[in-house]
T-cell receptor, first 107, second 116 residues
């Protein structure tokens, strides 16, 4: 299956700063999903993006799907300590996870 | 409604021993996935069942690994013989209809396996 690539691998921010993680594919994706895994926990579904150029918001989280459906991003505004965890994008064609971006937040 | 249930939560075994991990998917879900998570390799898809039938097992590392789904409410992942490099967290996840667009995964709490 096609592997989705995520950057950065790690991100450390001060509480209140913004955070963005990017997901890229070499081929067109039918749709993409995002999951969050808290330390010691299991992945939990956040959202699915289907349409080209789609933008969805969940409170301080903004998800975007590229026009070509080959990339996606997750942006968190004004991070909080509760945002700590690893964020994964998932190729819904084969349910294979990207490597994830591990976010740590300094209070 | 109960979520995906995995057992055991923790397993410590010695190299060469057989290990069996168990999963009960959410009732009504007809797709089941086994993943393995390590620091080095991240979350790897091992195998995927749809309606109890293995659809994609290309992620199964080698012949020491086998998975079964004898019915809609139970699946096992077996490692025989186990090796230290099999140490990882093994997750089971289920969804209503596999890789159909829009089907999100529900994960169990995982089994932390340590092979000494």
């Amino acid at each position: 299956g096609q592997q989705v690539m995520q950057i950065p691998q790690y991100q450390h921010v001060q509480e209140g700063e913004d955070f963005t993680t990017y997901c890229n594919s070499s081929t067109t994706l039918s749709n993409i999903q995002w999951y969050k895994q808290r330390p010691g926990g299991h992945p939990v579904f956040l959202i699915q993006l289907v349409k080209s150029g789609e933008v969805k918001k969940q409170k301080r989280l903004t998800f975007q799907f590229g026009e070509a459906k080959k990339n996606s991003s997750l942006h968190i505004t004004a991070t909080q300590t509760t945002d700590v965890g690893t964020y994964f994008c998932v190729n819904n064609n084969d349910m294979r996870f990207g490597a994830g971006t591990r976010l740590t937040v300094k209070p | 409604d109960a979520g995906v249930i995995q057992s055991p939560r923790h397993e410590v075994t010695e190299m060469g021993q057989e290990v069996t991990l168990r999963c009960k998917p959410i009732s009504g879900h007809n797709s089941l996935f086994w993943y393995r998570q390590t620091m080095m390799r991240g979350l790897e898809l091992l195998i995927y069942f749809n309606n109890n039938v293995p659809i994609d097992d290309s992620g199964m590392p080698e012949d020491r690994f086998s998975a079964k789904m004898p019915n809609a409410s139970f699946s096992t992942l077996k490692i025989q013989p186990s090796e230290p490099r099999d140490s990882a967290v093994y997750f089971c996840a289920s969804s209503r209809n596999g890789m159909t667009s829009g089907q999100k995964l529900f994960f169990g709490s995982g089994t932390q396996l340590s092979v000494l």
